[in-house]
T-cell receptor
Framework: DAKTTQPNSMESNEEEPVHLPCNHS???????IHWYRQLPSQGPEYVIHGLTSNVNNRMASLAIAEDRKSSTLILHRATLRDAAVYYC??????????????FGKGTKLSVKP | DSGVTQTPKHLITATGQRVTLRCSPRSGDLSVYWYQQSLDQGLQFLIQ???????AKGNILERFSAQQFPDLHSELNLSSLELGDSALYFCASSVVAGGPSGELFFGEGSRLTVL
């Protein structure tokens, strides 16, 4: 599976926007970009995913570079509850037979009041 | 609440013992995935089942085994336990077997401590 590179940690202030970067220079044409986050003492939870176009949902926005070699997860107004480890994952199309996600180390986001 | 239920939440046992972790997927989800999370290894994919059949295998040790039953719940069996098996074990479920856009829903995990 193609690899992603994320900063180990980032800090943000409460109520300010946060841009979490992810590099995936070996992405293939059919790889989807997924973001999950894991709050302390909880299981990972889905945040957003996309293929080529930018995506928005109630939790965040995903900006995908035109060459798809990088993407950015945007939290528009960080709250203390957004402090978590954020994982950027490439999900390959195995023809419908496998759906597992391969997690890297992610970015630990700290939010200061 | 993701809708995925894992039991037990906490388990303490001794080396050499055997334990079973149980997972009930979200209603309607046919796929179940098991992950192991330890401090030094991060989240490691172990195995995936879809509608009772094994679909993908990750870094699962031979001492570990899993199955998915007709009612779609799954069990992860860990035997001959070692200190290094102490970890959080997560179960996840999804509607489909695979595909690149499907979302996984994770349970809250079972924390296993081997003494």
């Amino acid at each position: 599976d193609a690899k992603t590179t994320q900063p180990n940690s980032m800090e943000s202030n409460e109520e300010e926007p946060v841009h979490l970067p992810c590099n995936h220079s070996t992405i293939s044409g059919t790889d989807y970009i997924h973001w999950y986050r894991q709050l302390p003492s909880q299981g990972p939870e889905y945040v957003i995913h996309g293929l080529t176009s930018n995506v928005n949902n109630r939790m965040a926005s995903l900006a995908i570079a035109e060459d798809r070699k990088s993407s950015t997860l945007i939290l528009h107004r960080a709250t203390l509850r957004d402090a978590a480890v954020y994982y950027c994952i490439l999900k390959r199309n195995y023809g419908g037979s496998q759906g597992n996600l391969i997690f890297g180390k992610g970015t630990k986001l700290s939010v200061k009041p | 609440d993701s809708g995925v239920t894992q039991t037990p939440k906490h388990l303490i046992t001794a080396t050499g013992q055997r334990v079973t972790l149980r997972c009930s997927p979200r209603s309607g989800d046919l796929s179940v995935y098991w992950y192991q999370q330890s401090l030094d290894q991060g989240l490691q994919f172990l195995i995936q089942y879809y509608n009772g059949e094994e679909r993908a295998k990750g870094n699962i040790l031979e001492r570990f085994s899993a199955q998915q039953f007709p009612d779609l719940h799954s069990e992860l069996n860990l035997s001959s336990l070692e200190l290094g098996d102490s970890a959080l074990y997560f179960c996840a479920s999804s509607v489909v077997a695979g595909g690149p856009s499907g979302e996984l829903f994770f349970g809250e995990g079972s924390r296993l401590t081997v003494l």
